[in-house]
Nanobody, 118 residues
Framework: QLQAYGGGLVQAGGSLRLSCVTSIFTFSTYTMAWFRQAPGKGREFVAAIRDGTFYADSVKGRFTIARDIVKNTVYLQMNRLKPEDTAVYYC????????????????WGQGTQVTVSS
């Protein structure tokens, strides 16, 4: 289904790139998204790509979502990371209109931990 990787430990101000590889369905017909869940908090929308790109206000200007249709992979380039970006990051795939809602996504990756130290 979905396999996410690329997380790790980075200092504030640093960068990481997450990748999510899909294996089953027609990749280009799905909205691909990243969500994250910080300790003790609910899962929140981060970014999505469909006919355009969409970002949460908290990451706009720092994160970039992109996809490679040939490789069936979606990326999340994270720059100028902050301690509050620390979370488990999940990739997701769906075909519903409400791209910020978890219920719109059918497939989920296993999550990859991102830790930003101050």
């Amino acid at each position: 289904q979905l396999q996410a990787y690329g997380g790790g430990l980075v200092q504030a101000g640093g960068s990481l790139r997450l990748s999510c590889v899909t294996s089953i369905f027609t990749f280009s017909t799905y909205t691909m998204a990243w969500f994250r869940q910080a300790p003790g908090k609910g899962r929140e929308f981060v970014a999505a790509i469909r006919d355009g790109t969409f970002y949460a206000d908290s990451v706009k200007g720092r994160f970039t979502i992109a996809r490679d249709i040939v490789k069936n992979t979606v990326y999340l380039q994270m720059n100028r990371l902050k301690p509050e970006d620390t979370a488990v990051y999940y990739c997701a795939a769906g075909q519903e209109d409400n791209i910020v809602a978890m219920r719109s996504y059918t497939y989920w990756g296993q999550g990859t931990q991102v830790t930003v130290s101050s």
